[in-house]
């Protein structure tokens, strides 16, 4: 793994019936619709279920095709977020933009400035740090490298499971403390044991995050991590007390709609 002061994270790396009323005496319980933030990742203190709106900008000037079929991509990260949050986490808006940082390479990414964004996609003809094949950079001042304090930097050509392992790094500000882990879910678990079915350590199957300590079906029992957290799931609950894992990594909530903007260069 590429070790720099913005602490770039290293990759690799995937929804549900419509509820109805059945009758007026017996009605079904209504689904709560997500609290719709600004913000690109899930605000601390907050409650479930959280949609969240993503800028996405293209590194060289694309066709509207192009965006477009990079949306239906973020619609099934939204699909795929919510289903292993059970249900808590989902995408409202993608705003999609080209023509950002024209030339611009991974290789070089802590040094591309884009205050406005979240994601910036390259093409894949410039994506020179393969085999990484996508990437989450930590560590920016606010304001400066992107939107927050990260910014997912992926090809064009980016798969369903890199997507959501990145979505995954990106949408949480943890506490971690321990091996100078960054404020996201930790980069592929280094750290033993390995959870071969976790989304976050390379093999995800089922789709899921790892849980343990306390938390239903536990498949971390160790783990060097910030505030002693063993799983994932763990330490999102730590950092945030409202959420809930149920040990299901699904959901039979209908999937809120995404919503979309093209701000395309001619």
């Not at 002061?5 to 549900?16: E, F, G, I, K, S």
């Not at 994506?127 to 606010?142: E, I, K, N, R």
Request: proline fraction near 10%; charged fraction near 20%.
């Amino acid at each position: 793994m590429k070790s720099v002061r913005a602490a770039m994270m290293l990759v690799l790396a995937l929804l549900a019936p419509a509820c109805r009323k059945s009758s007026s005496e017996h009605k079904s319980p209504q689904q709560v619709p997500p609290q719709t933030v600004l913000e690109s990742i899930v605000p601390p203190g907050s409650s479930p279920p959280v949609s969240l709106i993503w800028n996405v900008g293209f590194a060289e000037n694309v066709t509207q095709a192009e965006m477009e079929d990079m949306y239906r991509r973020f619609l099934q990260l939204s699909q795929d977020l919510w289903s292993v949050t059970e249900g808590q986490v989902c995408l409202s808006k993608i705003r999609f933009f080209d023509n950002v940082a024209p030339g611009a390479s991974p290789s070089a990414s802590e040094n591309l400035r884009v205050p406005n964004l979240d994601a910036v996609i390259y093409a894949a003809a410039n994506w020179d740090v393969a085999p990484v094949t996508g990437q989450v950079l930590f560590f920016s001042p606010p304001g400066t490298l992107g939107r927050t304090d990260r910014r997912i930097d992926i090809p064009d050509d980016v798969g369903r499971l890199t997507l959501l392992h990145e979505g995954s790094h990106f949408v949480w500000r943890l506490t971690w403390s321990g091996n100078h882990l960054p404020p996201g879910l930790d980069d592929e678990y280094n750290y033993d044991p390995s959870d071969p079915a976790c989304i976050m350590d390379l093999m995800f199957s089922p789709l899921r995050w790892c849980s343990g300590g306390t938390l239903p079906a536990p498949n971390h029992v160790t783990k060097d991590g910030g505030q002693g957290a063993t799983s994932c799931w763990e330490q999102i609950r730590k950092d945030y007390p409202a959420f809930t894992f149920n040990g299901s990594s699904r959901t039979s909530a209908p999937l809120p709609p995404l919503a979309v903007e093209y701000t395309n260069e001619p």
